[in-house]
């Protein structure tokens, strides 16, 4: 693992010793607690058992990183240019794949969002610059191809696949407004990765679908992975 995280951009020096991990817990846990409650002296850790595995301020953390990365925002495409919404909107009503410039846009978008949601994070943000950096440039187009697998699970229709990207507001808004046109078969519509991306290469495709496949059966709701 120790060396997988080096290949990942981990820097050997953030390994902290059994001394330095104990203080970064102790600032840790201060920043979280009341002093008052800080000075208390420590209850026993409480049994764990079936849904019992989080604690309460584990929870806050993670609703907060949830929360922080704009996943729920009810709209989102103020990132979006209007050209690369206009063929996201010819995708659902007339099943036309996006253009290559489409394609790229539409990749430049997800990988600033994640860029802006890691530079949000307080430990992320006491890193180096070139440490920041570094880690970014070799986890983001692992952690964007994650997340485009997501949009494609197999029994989702359009709505479902567009709500993280553009949010639900504006799935609501595209959907009325397609009905308007008298776009048919709304219902039925899913939307394919080759619609919205390039194939990979040939000798990479089986493995690739498998893993489209896999990750598309994730849970959306991110108390599913805790």
């Known amino acids: 693992r120790y060396q997988a995280c080096l290949v990942a951009g981990m820097n050997p020096v953030w390994v902290l010793n059994e001394e330095e991990k104990k203080k970064f817990l102790d600032n840790r846990k201060k920043k979280k607690k009341p002093e008052a409650e800080v000075l208390k002296k420590p209850a026993s850790p409480p049994v764990l058992g079936p849904g019992n595995c989080i604690s309460d301020d584990e929870m806050l953390e993670l ?25 996201l909107i010819r995708l659902v009503a007339f099943q036309q794949p996006l253009s290559r410039s489409g394609q790229i846009e539409l990749r430049k978008v997800l990988e600033t969002r994640v860029r802006r949601f890691a530079r949000k994070l307080e430990d992320f943000r006491m890193l180096k610059d070139q440490d920041q950096e570094k880690l970014l440039n070799q986890n983001i187009p692992l952690l964007m191809e994650m997340q485009i697998c997501t949009f494609f699970k197999p029994d989702l229709v359009w709505r479902n696949q567009f709500m993280p990207l553009i949010g639900p507001e504006e799935v609501d808004r595209l959907e009325c407004k397609l009905k308007e046109l008298k776009v048919k078969g709304l219902d039925n519509v899913h939307v394919f990765y080759n619609s919205m991306f390039p ?6 495709e089986s493995q690739f679908a498998d893993l489209l496949r896999d990750i598309g059966c994730w849970p959306t709701d991110a108390a599913e992975y805790v």
């Open 63 to 87: 609703n907060n990183y949830v929360k922080t990365s704009g996943y729920f925002d009810i709209s989102k495409v103020k990132d979006m240019e209007p050209g690369l919404i206009r063929e």
């Open 199 to 204: 194939n990979p290469p040939e000798h990479l």
